[in-house]
C-alpha cells in the first residue's frame, strides 16, 4: 500500500484549514482579536495557498470593522453614562440631585413599609452661606459647597442618600432604621462637623448648619408630606438660633 506523498498531505491540510478559516470569516465570529498584519504570498506555489491568504484577508477587514463598531459603541456608553450623572448628580459637589433624592426616598418608602421599619429624612440649610458669598465670593462659595458635601458624605452611612437640592440647602434619607432616634443621631453628627472651621483658598470660615427632621411613619408617609415636615422643622431649627436641628411636630404646620 502506497502512504500519500508530502504534497498529498499537504494540500489535505490546506484544505482542511481553509474550510475552518472560510467559515470563521463568513460568520464573523472570533474567539480572540489579536494586532493583525497584512497577509500575503508572493508568487505561490500552491493555489490553496492563494486561498488561504485571501481567508485571512478577509478576516482582517471585518475584524476592522468589528474593532470600529466596538469603539463605537464605547463611545455612545461613555456618553449615555456622561448624560446620566449629568442629570442624576449634581456638577458641583457630586453628591445625588433632587431627582435621585426623591427616587430614593420613594423606594425607602416602598421598603419600610414592606419590613416594617423607620425611614428618617433630614432638610439640612447652611448658616452664614450667604456672608461667604458676599465677603468671600462666589468661587469660595463653590469651594465650601464641595467640602461640605464630603464631610457629610463622611458621617452618613453608605445606604443613606446625601443630595444637594440647590443652593446651599440639602437633603439626607436615611432608610431602613430600627429606631428613629437614628435620625437624630445624624443630624447632631452633621451639625458637629459642619460647625468645624473651614480653610478656604480665601482664607479660614466657620459657618454652621440648621436642620429639620421627619420620620416616616410618625409625621407622614408619603415623599412630598415627609420632605414638608423636615422643611418645616427646619424652618423650627433656624428660628431657635441656628446650628441645631428639630424634629418635626404636628403643631410645626398648624
Known sequence: MNSPDKDEIQEVFLKQ?????????????????????????ENPQHPLLTSLAEGFARMAVQLEAREFELENTIENLVRVKQELELANYDPLTQLANRVIARDRLSQGLLQARRLNQFLGVLYLDLDRFKWVNDNLGHAAGDELLRQVALRMRGVAREADTVA???????????????????????ATRLVDILSQPFSLAAGQVTIGASVGIAVFPAHADTVDALIACADSALYDAKHAGRNGFRVYKPQDQA
Request: charged content about 20%; proline content about 4%.
Open 164 to 186: 444637594r437640592l440647590g443652593g446651599d440647602e440639602f437633603l439626607c434619607v436615611i432608610p431602613a432604621i430600627g429606631n428613629p432616634s437614628a435620625a437624630e443621631d445624624l
Open 17 to 41: 484549514l481553509l474550510s475552518v478559516v472560510e467559515r470563521i470569516a463568513s460568520s464573523g465570529e472570533f474567539q480572540a482579536v489579536g494586532s493583525l498584519i497584512d497577509l500575503t504570498v
